[in-house]
């Protein structure tokens, strides 16, 4: 097993390597919509996974990019075994990165809150209160007498057992 360190620094490796033989390598047009975001290394070196995004809206150019990438494994994987100075070349798994796209809903999401807390601000800024300042102010006040009488009459009214 190697040492997580080496993994990281091969998988960084794996990912410059992937994404220029993509760009020079692959005679396809298709290929310039991909964008390799993130590779990742197994311990042993033997899996590699490339997390890749494709920067296009619709759904045709994303399974063609997709097709591209299994068309080219091959390639791709000739390419690292020729650049890497390691024993084994480690297999190619081209996984599509949500993380854009689950960046996109969060900041969706917190303009919708923003929006929202703006509203309820508004609605704040122009209101009165229902009754007085403290409303519930008095029954605290009742509260804390009622029990220091309490605690007075407890105090006055005990007797021990040593006074009978």
Do not use: C
């Amino acid at each position: 097993m190697a040492d997580p360190a080496r993994a990281a620094r091969l998988a960084q490796r794996i990912k410059v390597i992937v994404a220029e033989a993509l760009r020079r390598r692959v005679k396809d047009e298709r290929a310039e919509l991909i964008t390799v975001t993130d590779a990742r290394v197994t311990n042993d070196l033997q899996h590699s996974t490339v997390y890749y995004t494709v920067m296009a809206p619709d759904e045709e150019s994303r399974a063609g990019a997709e097709a591209v990438l299994a068309a080219n494994q091959g390639t791709l994987r000739y390419e690292l075994g020729r650049q890497l100075n390691i024993r084994l070349t480690p297999t190619l798994e081209f996984v599509a990165d949500e993380i854009p796209e689950t960046a996109a809903h969060m900041e969706d999401l917190l303009r919708k809150a923003r929006e929202q807390d703006e509203q309820v601000a508004a609605l704040r800024k122009d209101a009165q209160p229902a009754s007085e300042e403290k409303p519930y102010r008095w029954q605290v006040e009742e509260e804390l007498a009622a029990s220091e009488d309490d605690a007075a009459s407890d105090d006055d009214g005990r007797s021990s057992s040593a006074d009978r």
